[in-house]
């Protein structure tokens, strides 16, 4: 009977045991992949350069997170973007291993770095990482970080051209939005009005700057800087789409547009100066602050207007991730790259202003509360439109934007454009035949 009676209270203590054995059994399965995570990459350190901006500061202020999942340290350094350019060039030249993962301008450095080797391609991390969703990524953005045939870089940030315009001005002459730039310019004519400080248009005329706001121009009117390896600055499509952005800046630009980079332009507009500007979307905070634009409740946002190929704005990667080639870590640097570019982290680094190149966020509520109604639609619609580049596609990027803007300042100055072409196309063909030579 006593024997009974223990062997009784015995069982529930046993039971209770075995389930506390079973749950902690169950929670260590569920810690096995971060555990797993946290011991792969353990007292390994990796060095990050990063440009300053909202995506910048979200990696830094989620790295605690990132670092105690996979047991790698991070070391963040984050420079201004012309310390950046510097530090990387002197870095990458000498063959240092430091950094493990860096920050670049793809349609500026992507070219010239592959071509020296320094970027490692990315091809094959992306194709063993079910878990990244890398189709996510919109195609033209992940066309400025490819080259010739090969993924180098991971889209961090993005901008599209879009058309800003005056909603009170076009209400009041009893304007539809411009869909075309048939359109566009016909509206610029009839709102263009100096004598009391209202012009029809503005956009970049610095020689340089003015290129990659130019090229939506060109391509909505079914041309293009080159094809392939043969300059196309002076086939009949390219000249007219020049010719539309020299119309609207000579005609009903303001004075000294020529000297204008994009912080002069928006400048012009944001103060109610212009009807119409058309620059970069990851911008329009300088047209849409309160603080900074009296005109902010007035602004609109409207898709690239159609030339005779249609509405085809520039959708490129402003700034992208990529490996150092001479890294020691690459698995820990992809592991890095992976987070950073993930949809969470691009869904933090967006809600702080900072456009992704993931559709699934900018399709997400969460992912586009921070920015205007109109503009959203806007980018999507860009997004599908758009194509992955800007500007020359040629090593000696900063050369050839120069004697792409300098047609265009021709032809503010009254010059023929077409002459200016033909010497322009001759100067851009042999930019190509020499780097391709090096």
């Given at each position: 009977m006593k024997f009974q009676q223990i062997r009784r209270s015995a069982l529930p203590v046993c039971f209770a045991f075995l389930i506390c054995a079973l749950t902690a059994c169950m929670g260590n399965n569920d810690n096995a992949s971060d555990q797993a995570g946290a011991a792969k990459f353990a007292d390994q350190t990796i060095r990050v350069y990063m440009g300053r901006g909202p995506a910048a500061e979200v990696i830094k202020a989620s790295l605690p997170e990132f670092e105690s999942q996979t047991g790698l340290k991070v070391d963040l350094q984050i420079f201004s973007n012309e310390q950046l350019s510097t530090k990387l060039s002197v870095q990458l030249a000498a063959d240092s291993s430091n950094p493990d993962v860096l920050m670049l301008r793809p349609l500026e450095e992507l070219k010239l770095f592959h071509k020296n080797g320094w970027i490692q391609p990315l091809d094959e991390y992306v194709r063993k990482d079910a878990d990244y969703d890398f189709d996510d990524f919109s195609k033209s953005a992940i066309d400025s970080t490819t080259d010739k045939g090969k993924l180098l870089s991971i889209p961090l940030s993005t901008e599209q051209q879009i058309l800003y315009y005056r909603k009170d001005l076009l209400q009041q002459a009893g304007l539809p939005v411009p869909r075309t730039l048939d359109e566009l310019e016909d509206a610029a004519k009839k709102l263009h009005d100096p004598p009391n400080g209202m012009y029809g248009f503005v956009a970049r005329g610095q020689k340089n700057a003015l290129v990659t706001q130019l090229s939506s121009f060109i391509y909505s009117e079914g041309g293009d800087f080159q094809h392939g390896?043969?300059?196309?600055?002076?086939t009949s499509e390219t000249i007219r789409g020049i010719s539309r952005y020299v119309n609207l800046l000579k005609n009903y630009g303001p004075p000294g547009v020529m000297n204008m980079g994009w912080p002069q332009a928006m400048g012009v507009f944001a103060q109610g100066k212009a009807a119409f500007y058309t620059d970069?979307?990851?911008?329009?905070s300088?047209?849409?602050?309160?603080e900074k634009s009296p005109i902010a409740d007035k602004v609109g946002y409207a898709m690239f207007p159609a030339g005779q190929a249609g509405a085809r704005p520039f959708n490129i990667t402003a700034w992208g991730l990529a490996i150092n080639a001479a890294s020691d870590n690459k698995d820990a640097a992809w592991s890095f790259i992976h987070w950073a570019t993930s949809k969470d982290l691009v869904m933090r680094s967006q809600q702080k202003g900072n456009p992704g190149a993931r559709n699934s966020v900018w399709n997400d509520p969460q992912g586009v509360s921070g920015f205007p109604q109109q503009y959203i639609a806007v980018i999507n619609e860009s997004i599908k439109a758009g194509v992955g580049h800007d500007?020359?596609?040629?090593?000696?990027?900063?050369e050839a934007r120069d004697i792409v803007g300098d047609m265009v300042i021709k032809g503010l100055l009254g010059e023929d454009l077409k002459e200016a072409a033909t010497k322009a196309n001759a100067d851009f063909q042999d930019i190509i035949d020499r780097d391709n030579k090096k």
């Open positions: 390896d043969k300059a196309a600055l002076n970069a979307s990851a911008i329009y300088g047209a849409a602050d309160p500007r020359p596609q040629v090593i000696s990027v900063g």
